[in-house]
């Protein structure tokens, strides 16, 4: 049974730093482009990050550049997101999604997947 497990959500100071993993099973991550989304209370899901099948293409949301990186191991089924700088905006339920192939895209409704999302609350 193909299931996305999101860890690595807490809480941390505006400044501050967290590391959200992304575990895979069921499916052969290899075969899948993999996006992070966050959703804010009271706002729409949003893109954050993606990453291709490869590892060698990423994108990322205007709010996450420079401060977020996507990574990826194959090996290991686990993509990761590493936010540093974390500001208070930043406070949402973040979701891995997985989408078979390999284009990147920000469109939710073209990923297949989706865990069950890690909290991110960022507050001093």
């Known amino acids: 049974q193909l299931q996305l497990v999101e860890s690595g959500g807490g809480l941390v100071q505006p400044g501050g730093s967290l590391r959200l993993s992304c575990s895979l099973s069921g499916i052969t991550l290899e075969r899948y482009s993999i996006g992070w989304f966050r959703q804010a209370p009271g706002k729409e899901r949003e893109f954050v990050a993606g990453i291709s099948i490869s590892g060698l293409r990423r994108n990322y949301a205007d709010s996450a550049k420079d401060r977020f990186t996507i990574s990826r191991d194959n090996a290991k089924n686990t993509v990761y997101l590493q936010m540093n700088s974390l500001k208070l905006e930043d406070t949402a339920v973040y979701y891995c999604?997985?989408?078979?192939?390999?284009?990147?895209?920000?469109?939710?409704?073209?990923?297949?997947?989706w865990g069950q999302g890690t909290q991110v609350t960022v507050s001093s």
């Open positions: 999604a997985a989408r078979r192939g390999t284009g990147l895209t920000p469109m939710e409704g073209e990923y297949e997947y």
